[in-house]
């Protein structure tokens, strides 16, 4: 497990990382699902992490927004499943199986994260690197369906830290960063 | 005129497309990569400069250390994919005008190392904590956890009732 959060102080950052090195070369496009298994490996930490985070609020705590312009704690779960699923559905050329979330309980929201995820990653693992470098969605905008995998996957990472900042203002400890 | 210029746009895109397809995506790991800079500096630059102290709970990290922790993690990223140490010196203090040239550096020294690495390179495999990693993988990192860090440093800005930049990729 990558871990990288947590981290106080100003400097030296202390990163796992600084004891990355080569081992060698192993050619992630000489067989044709190497980075299909890669992504897919990404995703389903991205989902145990989200699920994870879901999870360390209470029931009423889905309610809870940190200031008046946000989205509450429910709302944004809903909403990280709703644009996976946009962002899966533009890869994958399958019908997004998420619909606009109105229910923003716990066992709500958290059913379509899952659902969200599951859609995404069941696709993804049914592709190869070569359908990856393909071009989906609008023309103009030269986009990949590796591209919209990674921008779902990104976009869950942003909205998760936030509902992780929810978790302290309520005095909860977040699960710790994964990638 | 117009037609011709349409039609000359038209083969520029689809000439850039290609070129794109076959370096395996590098350019376009680049281009996601400057888009992460360019919104980093642009939350960065929302906070006041007497606020880069300010934290919404004890437990975290400052505006600016998130910032500075972010932009050493992504430097750290990227020497280890260019197998050299990193040359971007750390800020010398924490002020606004230091963090966010320490964040311009860092990336500048990413977006340098991923634009001239080769595909070799990319595919190479890197020890982590729980087995390897690709290049490619590594920028995703990199990416993964910027965004983790800059969507905090957005909540202290709503926090200081400052509406922060829209989301980009």
Known sequence: ??????????????????????????????????????????????????????????????????????????????????????YCSAALGTENPIGRPKDASKSAATQNLQKAYDYCISGLKKLTDADLMKTVGPAERHQTAFEALWGGFTHSAHHRAQLEVYLRLKGIKPPDYKF | MMKKLASFVLFAVVAVATASAADSGVSRYVEHLKTSRDFTL??????????????????????????????GANASFCAALSGEKSPVDKPGSMKKAEVIDFIGKSYDYCIKVVSGASTEQMNKSFKAEDGTMSGWELVMLALDHSTHHRAQCEMYLRSKGITPTSYEF
């Not at chain 1, 699902?33 to 009423?60: C, G, I, T, Y």
């Open chain 1, 1 to 86: 497990m990558v871990r990288l959060g947590v981290m106080k102080g100003n400097w030296p950052v202390k990163l796992p990382y600084l004891a990355l090195f080569a081992l060698g070369t192993v050619p992630v496009f000489a067989q044709s699902s190497d980075l299909v298994n890669a992504l897919a490996k990404h995703w389903e930490r991205s989902q145990a992490f989200s699920a994870a985070v879901a999870d360390a609020m209470p029931d009423d705590g889905y309610s809870f927004k940190a200031s008046p312009p946000e989205m509450t704690f429910g709302e944004m779960v809903n909403h990280i499943a709703a644009a996976n699923g946009n």
């Open chain 2, 42 to 71: 642009k939350v960065a630059q929302q906070m006041p400069d007497a606020d880069y102290g300010y934290k919404l709970t004890d437990q975290q990290m400052s505006f600016a250390q998130q910032l500075v922790h972010l932009s």
